[in-house]
């Protein structure tokens, strides 16, 4: 009787785990739906908007192709979030 009481008790562990693990996979996506921006956020010349993140990737892959109290540069990218009122991308030199 104790391989039942075995069996069972890995049988009931799978489900807890498995939601854990759902849970914690799921808080690594971006919103479904994306912010309002501000008028005039991230111009094509100079920056792409992201979808759902209200970000603005710079299109220059430099650590100052951001200017401004809110700049990111991580991984090669340069970006800003739409809250940064004093950011915005810069142009290749």
Known sequence: MAWLNNILLHVMRFPLVFLILL????AGRAPD????LPEG???KATGTATATTGECMCNWE????CVGTGCQYQMGLSWYHYSC?????????
Do not use: L
């Not at 430099?62 to 192709?65: E, F, G, L, S, V």
């Not at 009122?85 to 030199?93: A, G, L, M, Y």
């Open 41 to 43: 956020f991230c111009p």
């Open 23 to 26: 849970h914690a996979v799921q």
């Open 62 to 65: 430099h650590k100052d192709a």
């Open 33 to 36: 739906e994306a912010p309002k």
């Open 85 to 93: 009122k004093d950011c915005r991308c810069v142009s290749e030199p």
